[in-house]
């Protein structure tokens, strides 16, 4: 069985800076790609950021510059570094895990949501 928990949202100032988290634990092999989704209120479900086990990357024009994704395959945690917040980032945050359980063998996982919100 696989867990997946997400942390680090909360309120901020525009220009300021938060850094999400996502954990996952259980019994698997490894972590195969990582991503970042947002969803804000009326509009559809955005993939914000994507990074692969060999660290390739790929973010949303939005977020270029001002955010980073990354992650540590010894804690099968990936991260969401976003600075220069706007209040265009206000959004529930939500990551999916591509987790291998067991060889040639991969399932997704998503976290709960964490809910970012930028305003002065």
């Known amino acids: 069985q696989v867990q997946v928990v997400e942390s680090g949202g909360g309120l901020v100032q525009p220009g300021g800076s938060l850094r999400l988290s996502c954990a996952a634990s259980?019994?698997?092999?490894?972590?195969?790609?990582m991503a970042w989704y947002r969803r804000a209120p009326g509009k559809q479900r955005e993939l914000v950021a994507w990074i692969d086990r060999s660290a390739s990357t790929n973010y949303a024009d939005s977020v270029k510059g001002r955010f980073t994704i990354s992650h540590d395959n010894a804690k099968h945690t990936v991260y969401l570094q976003m600075n220069s917040l706007k209040p265009e980032d206000t959004a529930l945050y939500y990551c999916?895990?591509?987790?291998?359980?067991?060889?040639?063998?991969?399932?997704?996982?998503w976290g709960q949501g964490t809910q970012v919100t930028v305003s002065s």
């Open positions: 259980g019994s698997f092999l490894r972590l195969t790609a």
């Open positions: 999916s895990l591509e987790i291998m359980l067991r060889y040639a063998y991969t399932n997704d996982y």
